[in-house]
């Protein structure tokens, strides 16, 4: 896949009624390298798969047939390619999200559940103004190291890619010695994406997450929150966010040493 093939993506991702922009689409080229692939039959562009490696843990993302051409493999063999190009870079653990309607297929595939992260859709109510605090500074250098305590991964390059994005909002809650808490946000084409977030403790958490709700109260967001975190869940519920959907996320290969209790969002569906 290259930039040209970028409003091909965008159709794609429109008819399967998900959340990507166009800036999305030129981070996931400038992360894969070269690992984001687009499927032609006929001369003609079919479909799309991305592929992405933090260190030996490799995620598949955006696995979209155009609909004039699905149930005739060619989800199969994105996948197919997409799996052997990750082992072949050294990748010992392959992730995904998968929807329900994929998760049969990714079952039979070899791929095992690990847990479910639920959508949450709406306007958030906002939270009172003692309870937004939160630095705004950019600590990438302690970001990364609490992302890799909490999910496993070097995810150095996704965050940093992040934080380069002048339309990415960054709070961070520091505190003396270690960070506690970061949240990245970010505009989609249907609802702002809040994620990803991680915080040490649910009081630290929900000041970020509070943060969130007074930036966008006025605004639609998205927010992937794993089943384990009760406390993120229960944020949810309170700011009147409505759950739209669950995702499941499924590993193949070795698991994956992540604290999913610190993890108060994913970064969406694309890489974890």
């Keep these: 896949m290259t930039a040209a093939d970028i409003p091909f993506g965008m159709r794609l991702k429109t008819e399967a009624g998900w959340n990507q922009t166009e800036a999305d689409w030129r ?3 400038a992360l894969s390298q070269g690992g984001t692939l687009v499927a032609e039959r006929g001369g003609a562009a079919v479909g799309t798969v991305a592929t992405f490696l933090f260190g030996t843990i490799g995620w598949i993302a955006m696995l979209l047939v155009d609909k004039r051409w699905r149930h005739q493999g060619i989800g199969t063999s994105l996948l197919d390619r997409a799996v052997a190009l990750l082992k ?8 995904l999200d998968a929807t329900p309607l994929g998760r049969p297929i990714y079952a039979d595939y070899g791929f095992q559940v690990e847990y479910d992260l639920w959508r949450f859709e709406g306007m958030p109510r906002g939270a009172a103004a003692g309870e937004k605090a939160t630095d705004s500074g950019r600590d990438l250098d302690r970001v990364c190291r609490l992302d890799r305590e909490v999910t496993g991964t070097d995810r150095r390059a996704l965050l940093e890619a992040l934080a380069g994005e002048q339309s990415a909002w960054t709070p961070i809650a520091a505190e003396r010695g270690d ?3 970061y949240l990245f946000a970010r505009p989609g084409s249907r609802a702002v994406q809040i994620g990803p977030a991680a915080a040490r403790d649910a009081a630290t958490g ?3 997450l509070n943060a969130a709700a007074n930036r966008f109260s006025a605004t639609t967001v998205f927010i992937d929150i794993p089943e384990p975190n009760a406390a993120a869940t229960r944020w949810a519920v309170g700011q009147g966010l409505v759950r739209q959907r669950v995702l499941t996320r499924m590993r193949l290969g070795q698991p994956v040493n992540d604290q999913v209790e610190m993890l108060w969002a ?3 569906p694309e890489k974890g």
Excluded: K, Q, W
Excluded at 88 to 95: H, N, P
């Design 27 to 29: 981070r996931f080229l």
């Design 206 to 208: 929900e000041r970020l």
């Design 88 to 95: 072949d870079c050294g990748a010992s653990t392959i992730r």
């Design 179 to 181: 960070l506690a808490g």
């Design 266 to 268: 994913s970064s969406g």
